[in-house]
């Protein structure tokens, strides 16, 4: 289906226009929080997300609520194809951007982490592994593994049938399953591990972090151009160890760290002399940290001051 075929003639006369705005909008709001769930997860960033949400909205206003049997469905294939468009521009600008790219880091509410799937599929390491997918497969994996729409209405919001649409789900689910952390990963090791980092940034003593280092622990960190970071991925408990031990030097007295919930498990802010300079997520396998994502480019820090809904 096309998007002009979504579009309706609006026979609507001057007296029910308003009439159907709010039915509409209330529709819209009733599903805001999950079309905004499936755009971040499609793109890793709340930014574009919200742009998503608009466009979606523009796009639904129009729509003759009369023709349309499934609401959420209709609303999720609009926001899809929004969502698919913005993934493909999103990719050329990714290949421009300076250093290591991450996620935007969401404040997220407990309601969160206590949805494990929920919380597995909006986490740094999951947004990270569906970044390695190609858009379509990105938006099969993520309408049919996380928000277990229907073959067919996939295949209605990216323009496949529906066994087109069961090929690229199995290979997408391959492709995933190859690479994300062997186990659901646990929000008390996440926990344990980030108070071990605090303890060493307010003690300066890294020892207790240096112990719980996966031998091939990875750690990214994400300036954008716009804060110093290393600008490449930095592989090895030795060399991690070794770049954590100088950055804790650097930091002394002036920073303070405040454990939060980041996008479904357990980070941390850091300030420094009361600003906002990091977020600070895991990967934590096995009770050991096998990655490390430190997120200071600043644009992508607006969504941590406050908690973002969530939902499936």
């Known amino acids: 289906m096309s998007e002009r075929s979504e579009r309706t003639t609006d026979t609507a006369g001057p007296l029910d226009r308003g009439d159907r705005v709010d039915a509409a909008t209330e529709a819209f709001v009733a599903h805001r929080n999950l ?3 499936v755009a971040y997860e499609m ?17 639904w206003v129009g729509v003759d609520l009369g023709t349309v049997r499934d609401q959420r469905a209709y609303l999720v294939r609009i926001a899809t194809r929004q969502a698919l468009d913005r993934l493909r521009t999103l990719g050329r600008r990714k290949e421009s951007y300076v250093g ?7 404040l997220t509410a407990p309601d969160v982490a206590e949805d494990v799937e929920l ?4 986490s740094m390491a999951m947004l990270l592994v569906l970044e390695t997918l190609a858009p379509t497969e990105r938006a099969v994996f993520v309408l049919r593994e996380v928000f277990d729409l229907a073959y067919g209405e996939i295949a209605e919001a990216v323009d496949k049938s529906p066994s087109a ?7 997408a689910r391959a492709h995933v399953a190859a690479r994300r952390p062997r186990d659901v990963v646990s929000p008390a090791d996440t926990r344990a591990a980030l108070q ?9 003593d890294l020892q207790n972090l240096l112990d719980i280092l996966a031998p091939d622990v990875v750690l990214l960190s994400d300036g954008g151009g716009l804060k110093q970071t290393v600008p490449r991925p930095i592989v090895g408990a030795g060399k991690v160890g ?32 009361g600003e906002l300079d990091t977020v600070v997520a895991m990967r934590v396998e096995d009770g050991l940290i096998t990655g490390f994502y430190f997120v200071r480019n600043p644009e992508k820090l607006s969504r941590v001051e406050q908690e973002t809904a969530l939902s499936r």
């Open 196 to 204: 071990a980092f605090q303890r060493a940034i307010e003690t300066g």
């Open 242 to 273: 070794r770049l954590l031990g100088a950055g804790l030097n650097r930091l002394g007295a002036e920073a303070s760290v405040e454990p939060v919930q980041v996008n479904g498990y357990p980070g941390l802010i850091m300030r420094r002399n």
């Open 35 to 37: 079309l905004f769930t």
């Open 119 to 122: 919380a597995d599929s909006v």
């Open 165 to 171: 649409v069961r090929q690229i789900a199995h290979r």
């Open 100 to 106: 290591p790219w991450l996620p935007e880091p969401l």
């Open 43 to 59: 793109l890793g960033s709340a930014a574009d997300a919200e742009d998503v949400l608009q466009e979606t909205w523009l796009r």
